[in-house]
């Protein structure tokens, strides 16, 4: 008699015969199957070790009943932690009955070693590979501590299997490949994945990709097993080159095995815009969403934008409406308009920000559509007024509210995201528009338990705690230099640069009492360090809160140098005019020095007192980029100015030091500068110089 599920014998699987084994599973596995009572009931019996055991034992005097227990053995494991549906991110799966905390290593290790053995091929054995990659691809959807799986001895097993099958499409290598995608598009982003590994799957899925439409033709049937398969493979495409310009430009390049292309022939690209337009509202999104990393990685020809605007966005926003896609189709509409003003405004004309303010309304929306409707009216309201106003009307402020008292962290962090966007205006922060009670939550969200809202939370406070926003007194008030200074030494460079860039907001056109605060809270010492940060965007805000805290009337540069000594600031000044430093950091370094410049006559003496750093300032009036030579020009029309034309000694003493200097040869070699805003400064400067 074959032991039943009730049966107590059950964990002891792994004593029974191999046929004995292969009927019981068999039993198990129907009996489990859409029975989440069921499951629960089976390992809370301890079915799991026996499992591991199965999966792991070799019988060689009965080979075939054996693999097939095996087999058996790792579809029952998949059932068990099965979730619903194909999940994108790596959250826990609540209607999974195996949660993280069941897993031991001994049940990933023994797929992972099943998975091995089915890169090889036995002839008369059953293959391990489509019911191990089923049960790791629950695995990862259940949110299991699965980061083995992203080893190099478990990619080359994709490799391989997505390789040996690549020209035989039928029924189990399409499930396979199916399978194999469905992992790599759900891989956790903070398990990072080689380069190497990344090129290499990415060329197995451009194959696949092809001999598909080479063996199907784009006539491939909605719904069907082939269709399905290739929406999966793309996904995976996306996923592998999210971030990655160099798989972008891989994957835009392609054009399928053996293929010469010619200049500018870009098959995949074409192809790709060709699925945007299939019958099949899956290969419509994933194709959209390559197409989305394409773009913002700038892989995308110049030429084929138009298309973006009239064919790809309309698409997109069309299946905002279409309720298999809902939860997916508005965070592809959000990376692909995100940093296009034109691409924004053309999703806005097609319907989409009508569509989403109406969705927030009516539609009860689940976490996952939540954070990706919040993501998408971000990305719309990135750059016009006018749309911000079309949300804010929608009374949207009330649904950010809600979302950022939300349970789940992504949906926080998006509302966080979202304000910050509808907040980038001047206009809007003047006025009342957004409610006051927003600062208050926002504020809150400062001290979230989670990484990424602290992170969005700071990002939106950036834009309230400007000079002109009435939230700016609240923030103050309720302390907000005790959450800002201690992110600025944050190991997570996105977080420090958030912090620094409130902190530069906060002082811009700011009274004396908050910049003396400021510096007196981060110390001189601390923005040193920031300034020079491993991250150059930390680096280039931390310069830029620099200047906004030199800025200011004399009086008020006299007390930031009580806390600042004038030796580190020059110093620090200095290293960041060095040639190795991108230009934008030394912009700044330049600005720091026009605002001392227009100070008193000491604070001019203090920039004309470091020869070297003048030195330097000239050779930034030879500078490739703009931005440095014209703050360059305005350090020496400062320095050589005087209220009411005064002629007095210590003014004609500095024009003498520039004049020795050769400032004058260096100013007269920008007079037919490209750039007017620099042919007016030199004049300026060369009127005053000689005069």
């Known amino acids: 008699m074959v032991n039943t599920l009730d049966d107590p014998l059950t964990p002891s699987l792994d004593a029974l015969t191999p046929d004995a084994q292969l009927q019981l599973l068999k039993r198990l596995k129907h009996e489990i199957i859409g029975h989440?009572?069921?499951?629960?009931?089976?390992?809370?019996?301890?079915?799991?070790?026996?499992?591991?055991?199965?999966?792991?034992?070799?019988?060689?005097?009965?080979?075939?009943?054996?693999?097939?227990?095996?087999?058996?053995a790792a579809i029952v494991l998949a059932s068990l932690c099965q979730a619903p549906g194909l999940v994108a991110q790596s959250t826990p799966v609540q209607d999974s009955p195996l949660q993280p905390g069941q897993l031991d290593q001994s049940t990933l290790t023994a797929l992972m070693g099943a998975l091995l053995e089915a890169t090889v091929e036995v002839p008369g054995e059953p293959s391990l590979a489509i019911p191990c990659l089923r049960a790791l691809g629950q695995l990862c959807a259940a949110g299991a501590p699965t980061e083995q799986i992203w080893s190099p001895m478990i990619l080359d097993a994709f490799h391989r299997l997505l390789l040996a099958h690549e020209h035989a499409i039928k029924p189990t290598t399409l499930q396979q490949a199916m399978l194999i995608s469905n992992l790599l598009a759900t891989h956790r982003r903070n398990v990072?994945?080689?380069?190497?590994w990344r090129r290499l799957l990415l060329d197995a899925l451009i194959a696949w990709i092809f001999n598909m439409i080479r063996d199907g033709g784009l006539s491939i049937e909605t719904a069907s097993l082939p269709c399905k398969c290739l929406e999966q493979l793309l996904r995976a495409a996306a996923a592998l080159c999210e971030n990655n310009v160099d798989a972008c430009i891989q994957f835009a390049g392609s054009g399928g095995h053996n293929q010469k292309l010619e200049d500018g022939d870009r098959p995949m690209l074409t192809l790709l815009l060709t699925l945007v337009k299939s019958e099949s509202d899956g290969l419509r999104l994933y194709a959209s969403s390559c197409l989305a990393q394409i773009l913002q990685q700038g892989a995308l020809p110049r030429k084929l934008y138009p298309a973006m605007q009239r064919v790809v966005v309309p698409i997109l926003v069309r299946l905002l409406d279409v309720t298999s896609m809902a939860d997916k189709a508005p965070f592809v509409l959000a990376q692909l308009v995100n940093d296009s003003?034109?691409?924004?405004?053309?999703?806005?004309?097609?319907?989409?920000?009508?569509?989403?303010?109406?969705?927030?309304?009516?539609?009860?929306?689940?976490?996952?559509?939540?954070?990706?409707?919040?993501?998408a009216l971000a990305a719309?309201?990135?750059?016009?007024?006018?749309?911000?106003?079309?949300?804010?009307?929608?009374?949207i402020v009330a649904t950010l509210l809600q979302a950022m008292q939300h349970k789940v962290p992504a949906v926080r962090a998006a509302a966080c995201q979202c304000t910050r966007s509808i907040s980038r205006s001047m206009a809007i922060l003047r006025t009342n528009l957004l409610d006051a009670s927003l600062a208050s939550v926002v504020f809150s969200l400062l001290d979230d338990t989670d990484l990424q809202v602290r992170t969005t939370?700071?990002?939106?406070?950036?834009?309230?705690?400007?000079?002109?926003?009435?939230?700016?007194?609240?923030?103050?008030?309720?302390?907000?230099?005790?959450k800002l200074v201690?992110?600025?030494?944050?190991?997570?460079?996105?977080?420090?640069?958030n912090a620094v860039w409130a902190l530069k907001h906060l002082v811009y056109a700011a009274d004396a009492e908050i910049k003396v605060a400021t510096l007196t809270a981060l110390s001189p010492q601390r923005l040193c360090s920031l300034c020079d940060d491993s991250e150059p965007a930390v680096s280039e805000q931390a310069m830029e809160l620099l200047r906004n805290l030199i800025c200011g009337k004399p009086e008020m540069i006299d007390?930031?140098?009580?806390?600042?000594?004038?030796?580190?600031l020059m110093t620090l000044i200095n290293k960041n005019l060095q040639p190795q430093v991108p230009s934008q950091v030394a912009a700044s370094a330049l600005y720091t020095l026009v605002h001392l410049a227009a100070g008193s006559v000491s604070h001019k003496d203090l920039v004309l007192s470091d020869l070297a750093c003048l030195k330097l300032v000239v050779r930034h009036l030879n500078h490739?980029?703009?931005?440095?030579?014209?703050p360059a020009v305005w350090i020496f029309i400062n320095l050589t100015w005087s209220e009411d034309h005064d002629f007095s000694e210590a003014r004609t003493r500095r024009i003498n030091q520039l004049v020795e200097l050769d400032v004058l040869t260096a100013l007269r070699s920008l007079e037919e500068d490209p750039s007017q805003d620099v042919r007016e400064r030199v004049k300026t400067a060369l009127l005053q110089l000689q005069s």
């Open 36 to 72: 989440l009572e069921r499951k629960q009931q089976v390992l809370a019996s301890g079915i799991l070790p026996p499992l591991v055991a199965v999966l792991r034992t070799r019988h060689p005097a009965d080979a075939s009943v054996q693999a097939q227990a095996r087999v058996q």
């Open 192 to 196: 990072p994945l080689d380069q190497r």
């Open 341 to 375: 003003a034109d691409l924004q405004q053309a999703a806005v004309e097609a319907g989409a920000l009508t569509a989403l303010v109406g969705m927030f309304k009516t539609t009860p929306t689940d976490a996952a559509r939540l954070e990706g409707n919040l993501l």
């Open 380 to 395: 719309l309201t990135l750059s016009k007024d006018e749309y911000r106003r079309q949300a804010l009307d929608a009374h």
């Open 457 to 482: 939370a700071t990002a939106a406070v950036c834009n309230l705690v400007l000079e002109f926003s009435h939230m700016r007194t609240f923030f103050l008030s309720a302390g907000i230099l005790d």
């Open 486 to 497: 201690p992110f600025c030494t944050a190991q997570e460079a996105e977080l420090r640069l």
């Open 559 to 568: 007390g930031l140098l009580q806390l600042f000594p004038a030796p580190l």
């Open 624 to 630: 490739t980029d703009e931005r440095c030579r014209v």
